[in-house]
């Protein structure tokens, strides 16, 4: 993609979706740093109906000590790696009292430092609650970004460091979001639905699904 193909990319994007959000619910950094740490090979969907009532329950890294390991195993038993999951944030939950008195760092350095935290979580909460330009790449950016030729990489950090590059202001602090939300819900794994992808036309995928296939027989274009 040409600089200016980016911008009207992103211009496009924001225009559907003027401020986009996680999809996760938390309250405050601590608990959208757990449900961030949660998150991984699960659905926000599925972290969702676990955190709401233990997040009624936990406010602060103390309270989830409080908690204990074998009480959070409980609210959390329904989400992936719940056993590893539950370890990660009691251990992450006892670091942020014993060394940041009970706050969530701003830094990446510092977060990386946490249990279950590496460096997509941290961008994570970064973005959302310290409103850094960040970019968190999971599975959807990545395939977006190669997909696209938005920023194309082999891994999450080889995409994230062309995101750094090339996603121009006034795009930067939310463009995370935008691709995910992109890759989610419209420029899927299995079949892209390009016939009603605003920048369809920007994008240099070379199989390019053109038609429903629920309203008729699937079209594949080569473009």
């Known amino acids: 993609m040409t600089k200016d193909q980016i911008f009207e990319f992103f211009r496009r ?24 740490a949660l998150s991984a090979q699960a659905t926000d969907v599925g972290v969702n109906k676990a955190t709401r009532a233990l997040f009624e329950r936990v406010k602060t890294p103390q309270r989830m000590l409080d908690l204990g390991l074998d009480g959070l195993t409980q609210h959390i038993r329904t989400i992936g790696l719940f056993n590893s999951k539950a370890k990660n944030v009691i251990a992450l939950s006892q670091l942020l009292v014993d060394e940041y008195g ?4 701003d830094t990446r350095e510092d977060l990386v430092r946490l249990p279950g935290v590496g460096r997509k979580t941290a961008n994570v909460v970064l ?8 970019f968190a790449v999971d599975t959807h950016i ?28 006034p795009f930067r602090l939310h463009a995370h979001h935008w691709l995910i939300l992109h890759g989610r819900y419209v420029c899927k ?25 629920k309203q008729g027989k699937n079209k594949t274009v080569r473009a």
């Not at 794994?189 to 296939?213: F, H, I």
């Open 142 to 169: 990545l395939r977006v970004g190669n997909r696209t030729g938005l920023a194309k990489g082999k891994t999450p950090e080889q995409v994230e460091a062309k995101l750094e590059k090339r996603v121009p202001q």
């Open 13 to 36: 994007l924001a225009e559907d979706n003027p401020e986009p959000e996680t999809e996760l619910e938390y309250g405050n950094a601590y608990q959208l740093v757990v449900a961030v």
């Open 102 to 105: 009970g706050e969530v760092p």
């Open 189 to 213: 794994a299995r079949t892209p639905e390009c016939w009603r992808c605003p920048v369809a036309d920007l994008c240099s995928y070379r199989k390019k699904v053109l038609e429903d296939p």
């Open 127 to 134: 973005n959302c609650w310290f409103r850094q330009e960040t």
